[in-house]
């Protein structure tokens, strides 16, 4: 089977939150792919709940791209523990942790429900699994902890 650079990354080391280049991948013309690791609340520790996760996951698809350039996809890991961010071109951690941490602070301080988008039948895949106030208490928690611009030595962000 093919090697993947997360599961080659010792979770045990990580300390969260923080924000990690996975990879840059160039393409056959020099278009280049970068794949962030927006590592929220800390591996095997802790989770964040599926309706708050979702209802982050449908935020920060419109918060990043408000705050950053390039952004391509912004999805949840599996084990709901962070999310992964692709975007054109390369840029650096500390502009992807403005971006998220401004991005938290919205959701905490400033978004109500009618903000949320995609909360309909017609327009989410299990519209009833969202949670606002589950994501309002997790961005305030991750936003108390400050997120890092590197995965093992904390370096959080002003
Ligand atoms: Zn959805």
């Not at 699994?129 to 961005?139: G, P, R, V, Y």
Request: proline fraction near 4%; charge should be negative; include cysteine.
């Amino acid at each position: 089977m093919a090697k993947v650079e997360s599961f080659e990354l010792d979770h045990t080391k990580v300390l969260a939150p923080y924000v990690r280049l996975i990879t840059v991948e160039e393409g056959p013309k020099g278009d280049k792919i970068s794949n962030f690791d927006l590592r929220l609340v800390q591996p095997n520790q802790d989770a964040i709940p599926t309706g708050g996760l979702h209802t982050i996951e449908h935020l920060l698809a419109s918060l990043l791209r408000d705050r950053m350039d390039g952004v391509i996809d912004c999805s949840p890991f599996g084990c709901r523990t962070g999310f992964h961010l692709i975007t054109w071109g390369e840029h650096s951690t500390t502009e992807v942790a403005k971006a998220l941490k401004g991005s938290l602070e919205a959701i905490a301080n400033d978004i109500t429900w009618a903000d949320v988008p995609g909360t309909t039948i017609e327009s989410c895949g299990n519209y009833k699994d969202h949670s606002l106030f589950s994501a309002k208490e997790w961005s305030k928690l991750i936003l108390s902890q400050g997120i890092s611009v590197d995965p093992f030595d904390r370096s959080v962000l002003a």
